[in-house]
Nanobody
Framework: QVQLVESGGGLVQAGGSLRLSCQTT????????MGWYRQAPGKQRDLVAT???????NYADSVKGRFTVSRDNAKNTVALQMDSLKPEDTAVYYC????????????????WGQGTQVTVSS
């Protein structure tokens, strides 16, 4: 079973915009941190942006000022608005949630979506 599902990826010209969204497919006991990571072929999966339940955000330096992460706590969803896209933003973008899926989990775990492809052409 998949807990997180991303959508909104696609092909866009440099300078364009895309909005990614991520929704939970099932109810979680708690989610403390949500965010986005990306991975290009041959590279590690890197943090793009995270957001706490209180709304505190953290961005990778490479996307700061261009990307905006937002969260709906009631729905446990997270979105990523990507503006002024560059070819180097091309990657598979993964939604991440850190929390507990069930009440009996002793510690938080990381949950991941399947990823959505973002391709920026020049």
């Amino acid at each position: 079973q998949v807990q997180l599902v991303e959508s909104g990826g696609g092909l866009v010209q440099a300078g364009g915009s895309l909005r990614l969204s991520c929704q939970t497919t099932r109810n979680f006991f708690s989610i403390n941190l949500m965010g986005w990571y990306r991975q290009a072929p041959g590279k590690q999966r890197d943090l793009v942006a995270t957001i706490t339940k209180a709304g505190d955000t953290n961005y990778a330096d490479s996307v700061k000022g261009r990307f905006t992460v937002s969260r709906d706590n009631a729905k446990n969803t997270v979105a990523l608005q990507m503006d002024s896209l560059k070819p180097e933003d091309t990657a598979v973008y993964y939604c991440n949630a850190r929390g507990k899926y069930t009440y009996w989990q002793p510690r938080d775990n990381d949950y991941w979506g399947q990823g959505t492809q973002v391709t920026v052409s020049s």
